[in-house]
């Protein structure tokens, strides 16, 4: 069978004429094309379908169906398919009226075998590239997945997006709790995004950022003339998310005075605007985030317990990036190429010791602070040796000059580092990253089992 851009081809050929069409398949066959021959366009029909992956080549003047109307219906299946008619009484008329209806080429009895062939492999390179745009659209076209939004392949990640995906659909208020820079927000929308709400809105407040003095206008809205100012009526953003989502972002800095006028709106899902006795019905979805630990905010009486029950039917807890192990060098890579896309510098990679530095490092600062890192990285002037080495100096002298971990335990960590880059690098294949560390397959299945890597997350669609 011929292979063009790794794809099998095959050729439908239709011809009413025996030994024209024995001596035909005979040729494709030949070629290395699987061929499928038919004594009439009728029963040939039966196995076009759209995104056919090869050529149909048909006779014109043939009984029942004739190649134009033939190709008319091979056209109604699938426009893109290529056909290449071929008579013994073809004139110019008929060649430009064929063209004109969608044929790919249009050949006259007697043929050169190799010019037919020489078609059709041009006709197969160009559906393959057809095929490939198709694909490409479904792609861009189509919903992105939850592992696209919320990086990561570890244990912990792949928990929580099993998590995001098992409530997205429900009306329950979540509190996301997770370390400044986890990605709280990015859970949110994906609860958003993901579930029955996701074409209304998704509004976001952040809580410690509204003033207390115009906390209820922001919040609850207000009518024209209600106060000094209120020259218009206005929708707040409780209101303008009805229907959808509302997000509160760091609900455990809202002032506890402001805290009984969130958990009555809450409770009745209706509000007041600012000014106004009629009462407006809500119906919202909430989901709340704290890097706080509110238990002990309602225990110092800093925040309300009944409005922690009320946000708090379901918790999800997002890990710090510390305890994400083989994710961190996968955000590196991915905030990499955003930034060399975003600042047009080359997108470049790091060695096998910057890997084992990244994955040394605490990150107190989670996923924000490695998406600064990999900025700095890719704008730095810097030779790319020195460039992690200078970003982390602080963290690099406490480790060699205060022998906070073992040397036994720096191998393992620069070990495991270089196996996870080039898995990482090769996209999974244990072939190439044999090669490139020269290792045999076992004793690279060993350190892959003992290091806990599975080839199977590096393994990009």
């Not at 495991?416 to 244990?430: E, N, S, T």
Request: proline content about 3%.
């Amino acid at each position: 069978m011929a292979m063009v851009g790794n794809e099998c081809h095959e050729v439908i050929l239709v011809d009413d004429d025996v030994e024209m069409r024995t001596a035909t398949a005979q040729w494709f066959d030949l070629a290395g094309y699987q061929v499928r021959s038919y004594p009439h366009a009728v029963a040939a029909l039966s196995d076009i379908v759209q995104g056919l992956r090869g050529v149909v080549v048909s006779d014109v003047r043939m009984p029942k169906m004739d190649g134009m109307q033939f190709l008319e219906q091979v056209n109604g299946v699938d426009p893109d398919i290529p056909v290449v008619l071929i008579t013994a009484h073809g004139d110019v008329t008929m060649a430009v009226e064929a063209m004109r209806q969608g044929a790919y080429d249009f050949i006259e009895k007697p043929f050169d075998p190799e010019r037919l062939l020489d078609v059709i492999r041009r006709a197969c390179e160009k559906y393959r590239l057809i095929v490939e745009n198709r694909q490409l659209r479904r792609r861009l076209a189509g919903p992105v997945s939850i592992e696209q939004r919320l990086i990561g392949t570890s244990a912990v990640m792949k928990r929580l997006h099993e998590e995001i995906l098992n409530l997205a659909d429900i009306n329950a208020a979540v509190l996301i709790q997770g370390e400044t820079g986890t990605g709280k927000e990015v859970v949110a929308r994906c609860l958003h995004d993901f579930g029955a709400r996701h074409e209304q809105r998704f509004v976001a407040v952040n809580c410690a950022a509204v003033p207390d003095s115009v906390f209820e206008s922001e919040l609850f809205g207000y009518e024209k003339g209600a106060f000094t100012g209120a020259d218009q009526q206005r929708i707040g953003r409780f209101e303008y998310a009805n229907k959808g989502s509302l997000f509160l972002d760091e609900i455990g800095s809202m002032p506890i005075a402001l805290q009984v006028k969130v958990l009555r709106v809450l409770q009745e899902r209706e509000l007041l605007r600012v000014g106004s006795n009629e009462p407006h019905l809500l119906d919202i979805r909430l989901i709340c985030a704290t890097n706080k630990n509110l238990r002990e905010e309602c225990s110092a009486g800093r925040f309300r317990e009944d409005l922690f029950y009320r946000i708090n039917v379901v918790e999800l807890n997002i890990p710090p990036l510390r305890d994400r192990g083989e994710d961190v060098l996968l955000l590196f890579d991915f905030f990499v190429g955003q930034a060399a896309e975003a600042y047009r510098r080359p997108c470049v990679t790091i060695s096998s010791h910057g890997a084992a530095l990244l994955l040394e490092h605490d990150w107190p600062g989670n996923v924000r602070e490695l998406k600064n890192m990999a900025e700095r990285f890719v704008l730095s002037s810097l030779p790319m040796s020195q460039r992690l080495a200078s970003m982390l100096s602080g963290f690099e002298q406490e480790v060699s000059g205060v022998q906070k971990t073992s040397l036994q335990e720096l191998m393992r960590l620069h070990e495991r580092a270089l196996l996870d880059h080039a898995l990482l690098r090769h996209q999974g294949d244990v072939q190439a990253v044999m090669e490139e560390l020269v290792l045999p397959r076992r004793t690279l299945n060993e350190k892959m089992t003992r290091h806990q890597l599975d080839r199977r997350n590096y393994v990009r669609d």
